[in-house]
């Protein structure tokens, strides 16, 4: 009989120490939902106490609720994030042996689907990128053997003065058509660079560029009649002949193909 | 104190939705036209675009925007300089230019508009911060104008050459922009 009032004594007791420790702490729950008012499921919901630091975590259910209980009474920040929405914070005060309510709604984040945008124009293609470093890499060496290109012509039209007319002589024609022949060779290298450059498809030529290539076919021509005509002339010197017939146009289409291929250098370096 | 006193008061006043603090609204980006300017010793360029596409929402007091325009959709008057221009900054990789940044509702009512911008483009994402932007509001309307600061070393992009003399390192961006309030 003893040991029975002991023990309900004991149970009593213990229950009555119970309580206060129950009430010495206070919980926060609520619902976390979209702006749509849906709720959203698996949103990680945390707290984090101002003054010790320590912080709960939880996620919330398919209802979207959430509840962290057993909270040391004081301040504390409450945030929320999931995945395709803005992640939202806010400050509450815990009270002992209360349950503080508090339902989030966050913000979806935006994305270039909302704008519009298919996929096929947000995606990327490595291999149109490497398309066009190539095409890239190949106009780089077109620019290049361009500027040789131009300054050979040069070298080769002051070097016309001691191959043709009064002043001609056989070593003067001999430079002039080894700097032609060497003009011609850098020409069709700058040449095929640009030609076998990868097109871009759906691309519509625009701009001075199109000069540019409208001018190609001049001196493109004149690269291939110039140095025909120029051997022609070289023969009829070469064995004491006066240059006659065509081989007689040979100057002129110097000109006009050297003139072209500057005015192509300028139209694309010099805006207008 | 006095935050736990207001704190308190709105836990008094029961659950505290942070989205109660102010209506749900957006914005719509109506106009726009987004310039690009490269410096060369031959050359001064300009390049448009007129595609750009945004939107904003604005939420608990402060306004999220999203502004995205595809890289080749800017046009400097030449075809063979934007194909260039697309290479350079790995456009076909990464097609879109894209602008993200939150505002303050209240911004709305400033005739300058302070704007943190995360810029996405060339394949990174770079912070400005504090880019200052002309504010004009007509109704529901609102006019932006402003130059964000870009620069190629920014966005680890080499500067292309012309007759093999590099651009500039600074290509400002001037962004012009008509937005609209849907409620």
């Known amino acids: 009989m003893q040991r029975t009032i002991f023990a309900c004594c004991g149970a009593a007791l213990s229950v009555l120490l119970a309580i206060p420790a129950q009430g010495q702490t206070g919980a926060v729950s609520g619902k976390v939902s979209a702006g749509s008012g849906a709720p959203i499921p698996n949103a990680q919901v945390s707290v984090k106490n101002d003054s010790t630091g320590a912080a709960r975590e939880t996620l919330t259910d398919s209802a979207g609720g959430y509840q962290i209980a057993d909270l040391a009474p004081g301040a504390y920040e409450l945030s929320v994030s999931a995945n395709g929405y803005r992640p939202a914070s806010q400050d509450l005060i815990v009270t002992a042996g209360e349950t503080s309510s508090v339902n989030v709604t966050l913000a979806e984040n935006l994305s270039l689907g909302d704008l519009g945008f298919t996929s096929a124009q947000t995606q990327g293609s490595q291999a149109d990128q490497a398309r066009l470093d190539q095409r890239s890499h190949m106009l780089k060496m077109h620019q290049r053997f361009g500027i040789l290109t131009a300054v050979s012509f040069v070298a080769t039209l002051i070097s016309s003065q001691s191959a043709g007319g009064r002043r001609s002589s056989s070593s003067g024609r001999n430079w002039h058509a080894g700097l032609g022949i060497l003009n011609t060779g850098l020409y069709f290298t700058t040449a095929y660079f640009a030609i076998f450059a990868p097109k871009i498809p759906g691309t519509e030529t625009r701009g001075q560029i199109r000069i540019h290539k409208y001018l190609a076919w001049i001196h493109g021509a004149g690269m291939i009649v110039t140095p025909i005509l120029g051997g022609m002339a070289y023969n009829q010197r070469s064995n004491g002949q006066r240059v006659t017939g065509a081989a007689s146009y040979h100057g002129a289409a110097a000109a006009i193909t050297a003139t072209a291929f500057g005015l192509a250098i300028i139209s694309v370096s010099i805006k207008f | 104190m006095q935050r736990r006193f207001w704190v308190g008061l709105s836990l008094l006043c029961g659950a505290t939705p942070l989205a109660a603090q102010g209506d749900a609204s957006s914005w719509i980006l109506t106009r726009s036209k987004i310039t690009y300017h490269v410096s060369h010793p031959l050359h001064q360029t300009d390049g448009m675009s007129y595609e750009a596409r945004g939107k904003g929402v604005c939420q608990n007091g402060q306004c999220s925007f999203l502004i995205g325009a595809p890289v080749k959709s800017?046009?400097?008057?030449?075809?063979?300089?934007?194909?260039?221009?697309?290479?350079?900054?790995?456009?076909?990789?990464?097609?879109?230019?894209?602008?993200?940044?939150?505002?303050?509702?209240?911004?709305?009512?400033?005739?300058?508009?302070?704007?943190?911008?995360?810029?996405?483009?060339?394949?990174?994402?770079?912070?400005?911060?504090?880019?200052?932007?002309?504010?004009?509001?007509?109704?529901?309307?609102?006019?932006?104008?402003?130059?964000?600061?870009?620069?190629?070393?920014?966005?680890?992009?080499?500067?292309?050459?012309?007759?093999?003399?590099?651009?500039?390192?600074?290509?400002?961006?001037?962004?012009?922009?008509?937005?609209?309030?849907?409620?």
Not at chain 2, 93 to 105: C, D, G, I, S
Not at chain 2, 114 to 133: C, K, M, N, W
Not at chain 2, 137 to 151: F, Q, V
């Open chain 2, 74 to 183: 800017f046009n400097s008057g030449d075809s063979n300089r934007d194909l260039h221009m697309i290479q350079v900054v790995r456009g076909a990789q990464y097609p879109m230019v894209v602008v993200r940044t939150t505002l303050p509702e209240s911004a709305g009512s400033q005739d300058t508009v302070r704007a943190d911008l995360e810029i996405e483009f060339a394949g990174q994402t770079v912070h400005y911060s504090q880019v200052p932007f002309q504010l004009v509001m007509h109704g529901d309307d609102a006019n932006i104008e402003g130059t964000i600061p870009m620069t190629l070393s920014d966005f680890k992009i080499d500067p292309p050459s012309l007759l093999t003399i590099p651009v500039k390192n600074e290509v400002p961006v001037k962004v012009e922009m008509l937005w609209h309030k849907e409620k």
